[in-house]
């Protein structure tokens, strides 16, 4: 029920610029929301921002430490969801994952794809 | 927005129960009905246990219980597993119409 497959990860210079994509499956993509979640090593889970459903506008709402500097965004024609990343710092680090349907929980998760920022 | 407050660490004897809390403010647990918890295995991503306060998706098993009184939400397990050995989350939609976790409980199954 529901696959997420997340891509674009890698290793970025601090200030640079890295764009992720998320491939959904299985489930109504369209009229889900579309979660970024992420995860420093060895660190808990921090909620990255989410985009809502073209009935609710395709509204977008981040944590604080990114608002600015990311930008979610979503083509429904292809079932798939993006992070593009910007400004990069050394404490965006993390495995960062895609995870939908609800605004308010999510059931269905990738497995992550990794981000480094260092020089 | 802070992180909801869980403790670090529990753990538990094969069949016990234990409890996690997850502490919050006015403004996210205590002033919405959606708090959900997420189990996460080491090196997994995390699984969807309860949603809603004290909903749980098809598959889950009934030892996971979730209830919220107040600014504080918590997760029961009962009938302790070794397999239940994991990191737990907590997590609470917030005025300000973002998601907030909690920093995370690890459980050992003793």
């Known amino acids: 029920e529901g696959q997420l497959v997340e891509s674009g990860g890698g290793l970025v210079q601090p200030g640079g610029s890295l764009k992720l994509s998320c491939a959904a499956s299985?489930?109504?993509?369209?009229?889900?929301?579309m979660h970024w979640v992420r995860q420093a090593s060895g660190k808990g889970l921090e909620w990255v921002g989410r985009?809502?459903?073209?009935?609710?506008?395709?509204?977008?709402e981040y944590t604080a430490s990114v608002k600015g500097r990311f930008t979610i965004f979503r083509d429904d024609s292809n079932n798939t969801a993006y992070l593009q990343m910007n400004s990069l710092k050394t404490e965006d680090t993390a495995v960062y994952y895609c995870?939908?349907?609800?605004?308010?929980?999510?059931?269905?998760w990738g497995k992550g794809t990794a981000v480094t920022v260092s020089s | 927005q802070s992180a909801l407050t869980q403790p670090a660490s529990i753990s538990g004897s094969p069949g016990q129960s234990i409890t996690i809390s997850c502490t919050g403010t006015?403004?996210?647990?205590?002033?919405?009905?959606?708090v959900s918890w997420y189990q996460q295995p080491p090196g997994k991503a995390p699984d969807l246990l309860v949603y809603?306060?004290?909903k749980r998706p098809s598959g889950v098993s009934n030892r996971f219980s979730g209830s919220k009184s107040g600014n504080t939400a918590s997760l029961t397990i009962s009938g302790l597993q070794a397999e239940d050995e994991a990191h737990y989350y907590c997590?609470?939609?917030?005025?300000?119409?973002?998601?907030?976790f909690g920093g995370g409980t690890e459980l050992t199954v003793l």
């Open positions: 995870a939908s349907r609800s605004l308010y929980y999510m059931d269905v």
């Open positions: 299985g489930f109504s993509f369209s009229g889900s929301a």
């Open positions: 985009i809502r459903s073209k009935a609710n506008n395709h509204a977008t």
């Open positions: 006015n403004s996210d647990v205590g002033g919405y009905n959606y």
């Open positions: 809603d306060v004290n």
């Open positions: 997590a609470s939609y917030t005025g300000s119409s973002t998601l907030v």
